[in-house]
Nanobody, 116 residues
Framework: QLQLVQSGGGLVQAGESLRLSCLAS????????VGWFRQAPGKQREPVAD???????NYAESVKGRFTISKDDAKQTVYLQLDSLKPEDTGVYYC??????????WGQGTRVTVSS
């Protein structure tokens, strides 16, 4: 059964970096569009970045220039590089896959905590 398995995350200080990974496991899989989302404590989940089959990317304004989304199709993995982290980046990060019109396959979530 196809699933998205996340890894990475952790506790870092402001200004440091992390890399999150999202592996599609269980079957041969071709990404259509994969997005990263985050949910801060007490807030709604928000989009962070996404990457399409052709490699085009989109970023939330709050992370532009600091986060980078990429993919390795051969490894069936999408990455989110988080640089220059700020305390407001703290939250649970989720990856998700959109085949057609909505994100319908989600990872388990991974926690990122940035201390000031």
């Amino acid at each position: 059964q196809l699933q998205l398995v996340q890894s990475g995350g952790g506790l870092v200080q402001a200004g440091e970096s992390l890399r999150l990974s999202c592996l599609a496991s269980g079957s041969i899989f071709s990404f259509n569009n994969v997005g990263w989302f985050r949910q801060a404590p007490g807030k709604q989940r928000e989009p962070v970045a996404d990457i399409s089959r052709d490699g085009s990317t989109n970023y939330a304004e709050s992370v532009k220039g600091r986060f980078t989304i990429s993919k390795d199709d051969a490894k069936q993995t999408v990455y989110l590089q988080l640089d220059s982290l700020k305390p407001e980046d703290t939250g649970v990060y989720y990856c998700a896959h959109k085949r057609w019109f909505e994100y319908d396959l989600w990872g388990q979530g991974t926690r990122v905590t940035v201390s000031s």
